[in-house]
């Protein structure tokens, strides 16, 4: 099977597929998001691949991001295997609509305002209790997050914000015990799970330097990754859970496109492997 690598390079992620691809008798190709190109009407052939895995959303302009969604709805109608499916694609990328959705489906997440200028971010860093992390509305491994309880910091912040026309997306701070769980899900089933311990800092992202460790999960963790990856939609994702000051546990982001440098050498996972059968299998 023919199978292009959605990404914006060939990072460790992208050479890990193609390890496992080439093991398991496929053929990958990587394709970088940012030169992808589209016909209608002028009798443009099929595409050329048979499932498309993507590995990363590069940054862009609002218009070359819904024309790269776009694309990966037409493939899709063509018959294409896409993984993750677009409709979870959009919905994860957009970390108001799958709060929402979480939210809807039952689960607990932290309280969240999220608002288009800096008077409504300052009434809501009041209203969340003086101490929030604001967010950008789409981002990843703790980049670009701020935590916030100082009032003249969160009134500069507010307002940097508000001039580059972004969404404040405010978030009350969850006291919890320095680590978080990462859970991979694959198929409706839980693949491997670890704990992220912090290092210094209130950010659990192994990215900022959190370490990781293998932990086993209750049945009650099991269900509820799972509620989270179904509620928006996604085949393989990674679910952050967090658990709050009184036991508490609240799903705190589901990631539609998850990165496993960390997860496959803790818990002696093929990811990569599982990845490749997962898209090859839709």
């Given amino acids: 099977m023919h199978i292009a690598l959605l990404s914006g390079g060939d990072g460790w992620h992208v050479r890990d597929l193609q390890r496992a691809g080439a093991e398991l008798g496929h053929d990958t190709e990587v394709v970088d998001f940012r030169g992808i190109s ?6 443009s052939p099929p595409s050329a691949f048979d499932a498309v895995l993507v590995r990363t959303m590069p940054p862009g302009s609002l218009e070359q991001v819904v024309f790269r969604m776009d694309l990966l709805h037409a493939w899709q109608a063509q018959g294409v295997r896409v993984l993750n499916p677009p409709r979870a694609l959009e919905t994860c990328v957009d970390k108001y609509l799958a709060l929402v959705r979480l939210s809807a489906a039952g689960m607990l997440v932290p309280p969240t305002i999220v608002c288009q200028n800096a008077d409504e971010g300052l009434a809501a860093f009041e209203k969340l209790g003086r101490d929030v992390v604001i967010k950008p509305l789409f981002g990843s491994e ?3 997050m701020v935590r916030v309880s100082d009032g003249e910091l969160a009134w500069r912040t507010m307002r940097a914000i508000e001039r580059t026309q972004a969404i404040l997306y405010v978030q009350r701070f969850i006291r919890h015990p320095g680590w978080d769980l990462r859970v991979f899900v694959s198929r409706g089933r839980v693949l491997a799970s670890m704990r992220r311990i912090a290092n210094g800092d209130w950010r659990t992202n192994v990215a900022q330097g959190a370490t990781a460790e293998p932990w086993p999960l209750t049945s009650e963790l099991e269900s509820l990754a799972l509620l989270a ?3 928006v939609g996604t085949i393989v994702a990674g679910i952050d859970l967090l658990r709050g000051p009184d ?3 609240y799903v705190i982001e589901v990631n539609a496109v998850p990165g496993w440098k960390a997860l496959a050498p803790v818990t002696g996972i093929d990811v990569a ?3 490749i059968r997962t898209v090859t299998t839709l």
């Fill in 247 to 249: 036991g508490e546990w």
């Fill in 229 to 231: 990856s179904e509620a």
């Fill in 142 to 144: 703790g980049r670009g």
């Fill in 273 to 275: 492997a599982e990845m």
């Fill in 38 to 43: 589209a016909q209608v009407g002028c009798s």
